[in-house]
Nanobody
Framework: VQLVESGGGLVQPGSSLRLSCAASGFTFSSYAMGWFRQAPGKERELVAT????????HYADSVKGRFTISRDNAKNTMYLQMNSLKPEDTAVYYCAASSSAYIPTIQGAYDYWGQGTQVTVSS
């Protein structure tokens, strides 16, 4: 099983980034997926989740209206479109896969994790 994040980088406040998570080694279309992030000195937190079909999503209050989670089951890939980035969005972003039949909002519900990609928002 592999989850490989990409698309991170250093951007200015107000900019946009799109993260990708490429999955392999399991039946991607049967798994709910999520994005988490961990800022320096802080615990890892949920950013957004999406069901296996993409029909339902859930966002942390801090990113609602700015971030959009999506997936392409034909490409075994999940995305996180991040707009209007703020310095407080700076963190390592992780993708994760869950076999839960519902929208999994806790870390313990996730079976597989990627290695993370750094996002830094700074002027």
């Amino acid at each position: 099983v592999q989850l490989v994040e990409s698309g991170g980088g250093l951007v200015q406040p107000g900019s946009s980034l799109r993260l990708s998570c490429a999955a392999s080694g399991f039946t991607f279309s049967s798994y709910a997926m999520g994005w988490f992030r961990q800022a320096p000195g802080k615990e890892r937190e949920l950013v957004a989740t999406i069901t296996w079909s993409g029909g339902s999503t859930h966002y942390a209050d801090s990113v609602k209206g700015r971030f959009t989670i999506s997936r392409d089951n034909a490409k075994n890939t999940m995305y996180l479109q991040m707009n209007s980035l703020k310095p407080e969005d700076t963190a390592v972003y992780y993708c994760a896969a869950s076999s839960s039949a519902y929208i999994p909002t806790i870390q313990g519900a996730y079976d597989y994790w990627g290695q993370g990609t750094q996002v830094t928002v700074s002027s």
